[in-house]
């Protein structure tokens, strides 16, 4: 069973920085793409960013050049680098990968479980 493991997340001061990272751990052939959400408190859940085994990367506009989504394809790991955070950037971000083959079986979505962001003084 492939599972999503998450890390980096804490309490930040506005305008800091946080690097987030996910990890799946199976033996994987291939997922198509892998990304980061988010949910606010009172929010449903939003997309922040995406990335393709490609290399091609779709962000949220609120992202606004603050935020960087990188993969390492060898180690089925995303990275999500956060810079010039604001308050209403807190909110528990969730790793997600999509269409991944693995030997035994394929699955269209798979979620992390999530790890928290504060951004507060």
């Known amino acids: 069973q492939v599972q999503l493991v998450e890390s980096g997340g804490g309490l930040v001061q506005p305008g800091g920085s946080l690097r987030l990272s996910c990890s799946a751990s199976?033996?994987?052939?291939?997922?198509?793409?892998m990304g980061w959400y988010r949910q606010a408190p009172g929010k449903q859940r939003e997309l922040v960013g995406t990335?393709?085994?490609?290399?091609?990367?779709n962000y949220a506009d609120f992202v606004k050049g603050r935020f960087t989504i990188s993969r390492d394809n060898a180690k089925n790991t995303v990275y999500l680098q956060m810079n010039s955070l604001k308050p209403e950037d807190t909110a528990v971000y969730y790793c997600?990968?999509?269409?991944?083959?693995?030997?035994?079986?394929?699955?269209?979505?798979?979620w992390g479980q999530g790890t928290r962001v504060t951004v507060s003084s």
């Open positions: 199976d033996i994987i052939k291939s997922i198509y793409t």
């Open positions: 990335a393709t085994t490609s290399g091609i990367t």
């Open positions: 997600n990968a999509a269409r991944v083959e693995t030997p035994g079986r394929y699955y269209n979505s798979i």
